[in-house]
């Protein structure tokens, strides 16, 4: 069982403000200069399969160089937490955790997510989704 959750209670319970899918970041015809981060997989309503979902944080010209240098953190930890090496993204994390102030608690998530299948792998076709 999942829940399945708007767009909109998805941006409330992670806390962010825009939520977007990886196929708009994709189809942006500006994304060199948009700053967004890949916050991980979710069920939304009306959908069978999990749908990867990013947070837009601004623009290069409108977000901070901790916040830039935060995603592209996070976003390293999160492909390294997908391939399985938990260890390597438990440091990211760790290390995201001295920067960001707006989503300890989600990054938290990951941390013990990695903590947990480090000590008992998940199986083999695994999908990791954010808790909602």
């Not at 069978?48 to 010209?61: N, Q, R």
Request: aromatic share 12%.
């Amino acid at each position: 069982y999942q829940r399945r959750v708007h767009g909109q209670q998805a941006n409330k319970h992670l806390n962010t403000y825009l939520l977007v899918t990886k196929e708009m970041i994709e189809d942006s015809k500006t994304n060199s200069s948009i700053v967004s981060r890949f916050l991980g997989q979710i069920l939304l309503k009306g959908k069978s399969l999990p749908t990867s979902i990013y947070e837009i944080l601004g623009d290069t010209s409108s977000t901070t160089e901790y916040q830039q240098m935060e995603s592209k953190l996070y976003s390293k930890a999160m492909e390294h937490f997908y391939n399985r090496q938990f260890m390597e993204s438990l440091k990211l994390f760790d290390e995201c955790l001295k920067i960001e102030t707006q989503h300890p608690k989600f990054i938290s998530y990951f941390i013990k997510c990695c903590k947990d299948y480090h000590r008992l792998p998940p199986p083999v076709d695994w999908i990791e989704l954010i808790p909602n």
